[in-house]
Nanobody, 115 residues
Framework: VQLVESGGGLVQAGGSLRLSCAAS????????RGWYRQAPGKQRELVAT???????NYANSVKGRFTISGDNARNTVALQMNNLTPEDTAVYYC??????????WGQGTQVTVSS
């Protein structure tokens, strides 16, 4: 299973970015898709998840600004990020949880928000 992220980059505070992640390979049944992030010197933290039934979960710090979406048919997950702040600067990782097989992670994409 391979996850490929795209959409990171440099943006000014208040701007928007959309991250995308596509899964390929022998995938099976995806039960959870999500995004985590890791800022320099900090632990990796959950940003948002979406379950196969479309229920979503967000970190308090991104509620109302970020929106996660998933496409079951295409095995993709996206993260729309609005009103970005410098505190959102981090490497963002997508992941999927496959039924009976565990979690798989992308390589990460850098998001940098300038003030």
């Amino acid at each position: 299973v391979q996850l490929v992220e795209s959409g990171g980059g440099l943006v000014q505070a208040g701007g928007s970015l959309r991250l995308s992640c596509a899964a390929s390979g022998s995938i099976g049944s995806i039960i959870v898709r999500g995004w985590y992030r890791q800022a320099p010197g900090k632990q990796r933290e959950l940003v948002a998840t979406i379950a196969s039934g479309s229920s979503t979960n967000y970190a308090n710090s991104v509620k109302g600004r970020f929106t996660i979406s998933g496409d079951n048919a295409r095995n993709t997950v996206a993260l729309q990020m609005n009103n970005l702040t410098p505190e959102d600067t981090a490497v963002y990782y997508c992941y999927i949880r496959i039924y009976t097989r565990g979690d798989y992670w992308g390589q990460g994409t850098q998001v940098t928000v300038s003030s």
